[in-house]
């Protein structure tokens, strides 16, 4: 057979065969130091810049894989070719070298180089350039093995997964009740409010009810992580990833447990926490150690709260949105204006507790939010030491959570609470600190307050704080 005809040949070969599009944009490498940093609890642009590759490429990657890490192997087998053999077989074979003189040198069989030659050419013609990038593309791209989900390939199965995650919530007369739900755009899951009321059955609820329905069936059953997969990670095509939403998180991307546990608590150090707190507070002898928190309701509203441990006596802080929002878009790292930010918080709370005599100004006991972050400047112009709580130890500050179980009486979850005037929230304090309290010995916390006053300070008139103002 001449050049000519094998040529041809070739050329006739390698035209059936369809594009891939354009080589990645990392390797294997890259991939496995990314995944390995997002497992140890790295941010995702942090582990970019470990793995060498741009933000865009890392956030794609998070994005299409839904936040689940495929767990590439450091190292492929050594049965295969490796990325510095493919370099060196490009170098070699650009300078002459025959097939059978690289693969003497790489200690490699003579047919392993012939393929890696023809298969993982980087043109598409009879002349078989070798580049290294290319060759290295071409061979992961050829290794993967897709297989299947078991959801794709059952569709019973599937049919029943969707009917216990998306099911329509129905009335006496079978027609589906409840809000239409905000429309999924693909990224995380949206800011709170309505959403569209299903079935919504956990996936391990699903998989652990799978063997109770059908028992003789071993063909409807799956695992629940399965599920997961299958609404997560893009391209496993068995349920739409909109489905998410009818997850209890209603979140579009796993968030990997090392990071979940990561919270970003740099604003409290060991001296401002709880145990470092006055042991005069834990007995509740002596009022004015305080314990603080917020109300949260709708888009970001809040309002803020002030319990005394010894009186129980509230006071309700107004926190109005800063000029400017819903105007200026939302931006990372912008300006807080919902109301509730680090300064604004500072400040709203320095106005309250000056309001304050000097004997009931002794301490301020908060939660982890960063909303007081501020604290070493509220300490420089109050006076007054703030504590921070342990982390998940809501009965640390048993009293001020008590009372916003109290509050929400007023103040229900799932309301927008900018709405309140700063006269309504008045008013509302005024009434929770007139009503009688068992364990005050059905005295008001306005009345515990007077006496805790009097004792103090004898003769001391009847303070403006006691009237409810």
């Known amino acids: 057979m001449g050049v000519l005809e094998r040529q041809k040949r070739v050329r006739a070969y390698r035209e059936q065969i369809p ?134 390939r059952n569709q019973r199965l599937r049919d029943y997964v969707q009917a216990r995650l998306s099911g329509d919530i129905t009335d006496a007369d079978g ?33 652990q009810r799978l063997p109770v329905e059908f028992p003789d069936d071993e063909d409807m059953r799956i695992s629940h992580e399965a599920i997961y997969q299958a609404l997560y990670v893009e391209g496993r095509g068995a349920l739409k990833r909109e489905l998410v939403a009818c997850l209890r998180t209603g ?25 470092e707190r006055p042991a005069e507070a834990e007995d509740r002898a002596v009022p004015g150690h305080w314990e603080s928190d917020l109300i949260i309701g709708l888009k970001r509203s809040a309002i803020g709260t002030l319990v005394d441990r010894t009186t129980r006596f509230t006071m309700l802080i107004h926190l109005p949105r800063e000029k400017g929002y819903g105007v200026i878009p939302r ?66 500050r048993g009293t001020n959570e008590n009372t916003n179980g109290l509050l929400r009486q007023y103040f229900p979850k799932g309301t927008d609470l900018s709405r309140r005037s700063r006269e309504e929230i008045q008013a509302v304090a005024e009434a929770v600190n007139n009503r009688p309290r068992k364990t005050l010995g059905w005295k008001t916390p306005a009345e515990a307050l007077n006496e805790q006053l009097r004792s103090l300070q004898p003769g001391l008139r009847r303070s403006r704080l006691t009237s409810g103002s």
């Open 251 to 275: 979140r579009a991307l796993r968030v990997p447990r090392a990071r979940n546990r990561q919270k970003a608590w740099a604003h409290v150090t060991d001296g401002v926490l709880i145990s």
């Open 19 to 152: 594009s891939p599009g354009r080589p990645t944009v990392a390797w294997r490498e890259d991939r496995v130091k990314f995944w390995a940093a997002i497992a140890r609890g790295v941010k995702t642009e942090d582990a970019c810049v470990e793995a060498r590759v741009s933000a865009p490429v890392g956030f794609r990657w998070f994005r299409h894989a839904g936040g689940v890490n495929p767990r590439l192997p450091a190292e492929i087998s050594g049965r295969y070719l490796s990325f510095a053999e493919r370099e060196d077989i490009a170098i070699w074979h650009a300078q002459g070298a025959s097939g059978r003189e690289i693969a003497r040198r790489l200690g490699r069989d003579p047919s392993t180089i012939s393929r890696e030659l023809r298969h993982n050419a980087s043109t598409r013609t009879y002349k078989l350039d070798h580049r290294a990038s290319t060759a290295q593309w071409h061979a992961e791209r050829c290794a993967r093995r897709p297989k299947a989900a078991k959801l794709v």
């Open 175 to 207: 027609q589906p009740v409840g809000p239409a739900g905000p429309t999924w755009k693909g990224r995380n899951k949206p800011h709170r409010g309505d959403r569209r009321w299903a079935t919504a059955w956990s996936p391990e609820q699903i998989a």
């Open 331 to 396: 931006t990372k790292n912008g300006p807080a204006l919902a109301g509730y930010g680090a300064i604004t918080m500072k400040n709203a709370l320095a106005d309250t507790m000056t309001t304050l005599p000097e004997q009931l100004r002794r301490s301020l006991t908060w939660d982890r939010g960063k909303e007081l972050s501020a604290h070493a400047a509220f300490k420089v112009e109050t006076g007054i030491p703030v504590y921070f709580a342990d982390p998940h130890s809501p009965w640390q």
